[in-house]
Nanobody
Framework: QVQLVESGGGLVQAGGSLRLSCAASGRTFSSRTMGWFRQAPGKEREFVAA????????YYADSVKGRFTISGDNAKNTVYLEMNNLKPEDTAVYYC??????????????????WGQGTQVTVSS
């Protein structure tokens, strides 16, 4: 069984930065994609960023390109999301997820099979 635990969320002013971490245990993600999604109240869960563990290819939503960076530490089984120049519209619960064995797309929740519990990010204006 896989466990994903997010941390690093909090309250920050607009223009500030946060780094989220996602620590994995169990049968993890040596050959998978790891993704970050977010969900604001009343909205659907949306893609933020993803990284292919083999090769390190990264993907970003247009709304976060140039501001967010996804990275991973294989030795620590941890994925990070560095978030800079945060905006109030970035406020949401952020989730990390492990890609499914057969993943047609990285930018949809259906492409992931295990999820963390989420961490709240609140950006004040």
């Amino acid at each position: 069984q896989v466990q994903l635990v997010e941390s690093g969320g909090g309250l920050v002013q607009a223009g500030g930065s946060l780094r989220l971490s996602c620590a994995a245990s169990g049968r993890t993600f040596s050959s998978r994609t790891m993704g970050w999604f977010r969900q604001a109240p009343g909205k659907e869960r949306e893609f933020v960023a993803a990284i292919r563990w083999n090769g390190g290819t990264t993907y970003y939503a247009d709304s976060v390109k140039g501001r967010f960076t996804i990275s991973g530490d294989n030795a620590k089984n941890t994925v990070y999301l560095e978030m800079n120049n945060l905006k109030p519209e970035d406020t949401a619960v952020y989730y990390c997820a492990r890609g499914s064995p057969v993943q047609l797309r990285v930018d949809t929740p259906r492409g992931y099979d295990f999820w963390g519990q989420g961490t709240q990010v609140t950006v004040s204006s």
